[in-house]
């Protein structure tokens, strides 16, 4: 008689650090969320050819912030890994989009605002490939301009996720023209 596969997940891990952004070691990332330790995490903005951003509905079933808007892509750098691998990474894991490149666009310190995340914003541009969403990340998504999000910000606040209000209001996401 044959036994069914069990799927084994590992714990998801990750660096620690301290309060300049040095590794102090590694650890679960669940671990590191229950002690409140520093460490990073990326966030990418993929923008349609008109230049709305996509933002995704976090699924239900995430411990943070479920069901709330957020940037386009997120998630945290593993150990061993870079930023830019990291968001190169979560782009093709929550949408199927394959970036060729990505532009840093701004850095956040690691506070409790931030859940004690280094916080790195990419943009992956303009692009015509249609996001695909991972239902196991994301529920729904949708493009938005940059009046639309401004009204969401002003009046539906706590349908989004604090990082991406924070970044819509230092102009991150839509930045002025030059």
């Known amino acids: 008689m044959k036994r069914p ?28 969320h229950r002690q409140s330790l520093f460490h990073r995490s990326v966030l990418i903005l993929v923008y349609n050819p008109q230049g709305k951003v996509y933002l995704q509905k976090r699924a ?21 890994e870079s930023r830019l691998e990291a968001a190169i990474r979560e782009l093709d894991e929550e949408l199927g989009i ?5 532009r840093l666009v701004e850095n956040a310190p690691a506070s ?11 943009t992956a541009g303009k692009t015509r490939a249609a996001p695909r969403p991972n239902p196991e990340e994301v529920s729904d998504g ?13 009046r539906f ?3 989004l996720t604090p990082g991406l209000v ?5 102009n991150a996401i839509f930045p002025p023209a030059r």
């Open 5 to 32: 596969t069990r799927k084994i997940t590992l714990p998801e891990l990750v660096e620690y650090l301290d309060a300049r952004d040095r590794p102090l070691g590694i650890m679960p990332l669940s671990e590191v």
């Open 166 to 170: 924070h970044f819509f209001e230092r």
């Open 98 to 102: 394959a970036a060729d490149t990505l």
């Open 142 to 154: 949708l493009f938005v301009d940059h009046a639309e999000l401004a009204y969401m910000a002003d």
């Open 157 to 159: 606040r706590e349908l």
């Open 60 to 80: 239900a079933s995430k411990a943070v912030y479920p069901g709330r808007y957020d940037v386009s892509a997120s998630g945290h750098v593993k150990a061993g």
């Open 112 to 122: 409790p605002m931030t859940g004690y995340e280094f916080v790195t914003l990419y």
